[in-house]
């Protein structure tokens, strides 16, 4: 059973409680999303391990009931460059 937008956002929230998350449908089927994470924990971290720890937070939903997911990671003084 494909995973909501809604379960995705809870499940990185609850792994990351301080990050703004912003989880989009792209093929509106279920199974393609886009996520955007921005928190200060990630400050001092490569985006390598940024992408671990939100993957983390996914555990073995990924490859199983989400499909793909098009993964953004930030810190807030990042947010703020853009």
């Known amino acids: 059973m494909p995973m ?3 379960e995705i956002e809870r499940l990185i929230r609850e792994a990351i409680p301080d990050a703004e998350v912003t989880v989009t449908d792209l ?3 279920g199974d393609h999303y ?3 994470v921005v928190s200060p924990t990630f ?3 490569s985006r390598v391990r940024q ?3 939100v993957y ?3 555990g073995t ?3 199983n009931e989400l499909h793909a997911l098009q993964l953004t990671t930030a810190t807030p003084q990042e947010t ?3």
């Open 43 to 45: 400050a001092g971290t």
């Open 56 to 58: 983390a937070a996914l």
């Open 34 to 36: 886009a996520a955007r």
């Open 80 to 82: 703020m460059s853009e």
């Open 4 to 6: 909501t937008a809604e």
């Open 61 to 63: 939903r990924m490859g």
């Open 51 to 53: 992408h671990q720890r």
């Open 27 to 29: 093929a509106g089927d």
